[in-house]
Nanobody
């Protein structure tokens, strides 16, 4: 299964973006799907996750601002990002995980750049 993220762009502080991640195969069998981001000079970090049953978890830095969702019929995971801040600037990617978000299962695909201007 290959992953392709899209929907990034340049927005001002306080703006919104909706990211999509389309998988080349079924995502319904994966225990969890997550969004991750990597800022310049920093390690990749987990942002949000959603289980097969729809349970959502978020990093503290985005809680209350970001919402993750999944559409298994379309093999797509979404990330709605509101109230964006300059520190949200990063390349965003998605992946499947086993139990914990660090236990990613697939090869990283091409991410999408999100830039938030102050």
């Amino acid at each position: 299964v290959q992953l392709q993220a899209s929907g990034g762009g340049l927005v001002q502080t306080g703006g919104s973006l909706r990211l999509s991640c389309v998988a080349s195969g079924s995502i319904g069998s994966f225990p969890g799907m997550g969004w991750y981001r990597q800022a310049p000079g920093k390690q990749r970090e987990w942002v949000a996750g959603i289980s097969k049953g729809g349970y959502r978890t978020y990093a503290d830095s985005v809680k209350g601002r970001f919402t993750i969702s999944r559409d298994n019929a379309k093999n797509t995971v979404y990330l709605q990002m509101n109230s964006l801040k300059p520190e949200d600037t990063a390349v965003y990617s998605c992946n499947a995980f086993q139990v914990f978000p660090t236990q990613t299962l697939l090869t990283w695909g091409q991410g999408t750049q999100v830039t938030v201007s102050s």
